[in-house]
């Protein structure tokens, strides 16, 4: 089996911004968590970060053709309002799990809408690095 995960815009700042939110955990840290445990669960795991949108769409649209499994996403702001994203995503065949680290619905009012709801099998948010973890557990669970 193999997962994608997918970072958006402003995730690689992970571990230096707003730590209130996101703590101090750093991006790199969090792919080599949700790595072993893809071990752990006998599933490879790649993992992808972008700051341009374009970049992302054309990283889902390869995703399309490679038989991913299951595809995690944490699009940040973009998951907002990007339609162009949601677009993509709603190309693919596999099972989507939409992850936030922080509770997006306890956040600012733009944060509580998901452009993406309805074309994820579901979504995890408010667990810090954790929610990746149960993301994972949640893709290969939908696979
Ligand atoms: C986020 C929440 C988004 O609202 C925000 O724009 C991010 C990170 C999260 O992981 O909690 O960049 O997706």
Redesign the pocket.
């Known amino acids: 089996m193999k997962i994608l995960v997918l970072h958006?815009?402003?995730?690689n700042m992970?571990g230096k911004?707003d730590p209130a939110?996101?703590g101090t955990v750093t991006l790199a840290e969090i792919d080599q968590r949700v790595r072993t445990l893809g071990k752990e669960l006998g599933t490879e795991v790649e993992c992808f970060q972008t700051n341009h949108e374009g970049e992302m769409c054309e990283r889902i649209h390869k995703a399309h053709e490679e038989g991913f499994h299951g595809v995690i996403i944490?699009?940040?702001?973009?998951?907002?309002y990007s339609y162009g994203i949601r677009d993509a995503l709603a190309i693919l065949k596999a099972p989507i799990v939409e992850?936030?680290?922080?509770?997006?619905h306890a956040?600012?009012p733009?944060?509580h809408v998901s452009v993406f709801a309805d074309v994820v099998k579901g979504q995890i948010?408010?667990f810090g690095a954790e929610?990746y973890l149960l993301a994972l557990r949640a893709a290969v669970a939908a696979a």
């Not at 944490?74 to 907002?80: C, M």
């Not at 992850?99 to 997006?104: C, G, I, K, T, Y």
């Open positions: 958006g815009i402003n995730l992970f911004r939110q996101y944490n699009a940040g702001a973009w998951t907002h992850v936030h680290m922080s509770n997006v956040r600012e733009f944060r948010c408010g929610s």
